[in-house]
């Protein structure tokens, strides 16, 4: 089966995983298989693999509404936006992407270039048709039924698993009334061992405490380095020997300093049956197993000396425990370039994040009204109840802050507002990094977005945040007089079709799309065009006919 595509040898993998998890009843996938390799194209191997994917011995069901994709002669492709583009390349810096159109499109020529490359994934897909706009009426029929909004993530979402890498995480925000359902079907697509905990984002305030409300919504999420979930296990594993330990040494009524000195030497010789654990970091005096000395529970053992910043040659703050390592070793790290340091010495230097293991401290509580959220964007626009629910961008920037490192790339194919490249550009500034981010989305047109909402919305907050005026050169919204701009490039695509069967000269699919856009030099023969055309967009001439 070697000249399967990647889709469907993944496809293929996903059905064996499923039986052996007991998921998939074996008979069922061995139908399903053969019709997976005899399918005529990637996307409809895709609905094929829809049928086995419902988890009936849970009891969780939902009638995957296949979306219909049948071949065309349209080939799919990136087309740049010149007009709305902005940036010089001499410049330097991180280059991010808006990509116009639909996501499902912009996703398959994502996989041309970022393929097993996307750090971070962030979506907030719609919760109904009114999140849809105009789109819903034309695809949905006015309707976002439950069916429907996970039929269309599920193809989706497989798309988006490719992108990520094999240490990406992904993260979903939804509402409380879909929220066990998205969870399901994140379990089926991404693996439930994947997943690693959900957070709570607090988005009004409650003023009538007589009666139950929802003041929240909530957030996913799943880390594929979880896959290696026997490493995770030992490392879970050792941390519970180690406090077990620690609750027998605390009987023997020795002081502070006694404790932790018999747990080092506990841990030192017990190395073979912690399993990855070999240090205890920080035991502080009621027992908490903490990662970091700066835990907000005190203790001994902080080190008390002065960082001064290398911009602004003042000290930065200190944490209140003190700081975790020695300062020689401080500056060793430093000198390695594992010190990532903030704008100023108003922030605290720390060490560059793994996301393998950053990540799997993600579970925790967020409260935040998004009053304030909502008060910025009236000023970036100049004008009042642009969104109904905005999502705070200083909230999303925490997130990547904690799971990215200074160079990840975060994806967005859900961009709305464009949210996401917002907190983006917010981190970056904070601790200069050089994050990238790609968005995506649909110029659905509505009363308060006549031309639709990437170009009258999601290009405009960008261009104004990232340059300080707006596309017209005017500097006359309330933000840019309070913020200096984010700085950096934009490259805005739309998704273009061509005939695969058009011989005009210039107007074939090997004179328009252009292999730069794709991360490619220009192809020094036509020949070498051709076949790179052909081995890559055979998959996006696909017409996907809505039948919500």
Known sequence: MSNLSETKQSLLDELQSRVKDKILEPSNANLLRKFIINSDNDDEALAIAALGTTYKRTGFHFDKRIENPRMTDTVKYLKRNKALSFGDTAEGGPSHKLIIGDNYDALQNLLIQYKNQIDVIYIDPP???????????????NSIS????????YFRLELAKQLLSDKGVILCSIDDKNQAYVKCLFDEVFGEKNFIGQLILKTATDNNPSQITIEHEYMLCYCLAR?????????????????????????????ITEEQKELRKWIKDNKSILKGVNHYNNIDSIGVYSSSGNSSNPHPGGYDYDIVHPATHLACPKPANGWRWPEETFWEYDAKG???????HSTQPHVKKRIETAVDSLRTLIYEDNRATTQMLEKIFNTKNLFSNPKPPHVLARIFDFITNEKSIILDFFAGSGTTGHAVLELNQTDRGNRTFILCQLNEKTDT?????????????????????????SRDFKW????EPYGGRLEVYEIAEVSSACAVQGQ?????IDETLYGKEHFSTIQEKIEWVCSNFSHTQMYVENKY
């Open 146 to 153: 439950r069916d429907n909004l996970l039929s269309m993530l």
């Open 508 to 512: 074939t699919p090997f004179d328009v």
């Open 449 to 473: 977005t006549p031309n639709g909402i990437a170009y009258d919305v999601t290009s405009k907050r960008l261009k104004r945040i990232m340059t300080g005026e707006c596309y017209d050169g």
């Open 127 to 141: 919760y109904g048709k009114d999140s849809m706009g105009e789109f819903a009426k034309t695809n949905y029929h």
């Open 227 to 255: 896959k290696n979930q026997t490493k995770w296990e030992r490392i879970n594993r050792g941390a519970e020997l180690i406090i077990a330990k620690y609750d027998e040494i605390k009987i023997k009524g020795l002081s």
């Open 480 to 483: 840019a007089k309070e913020n």
């Open 338 to 344: 594992e010190i990532i340091w903030g704008k100023d």
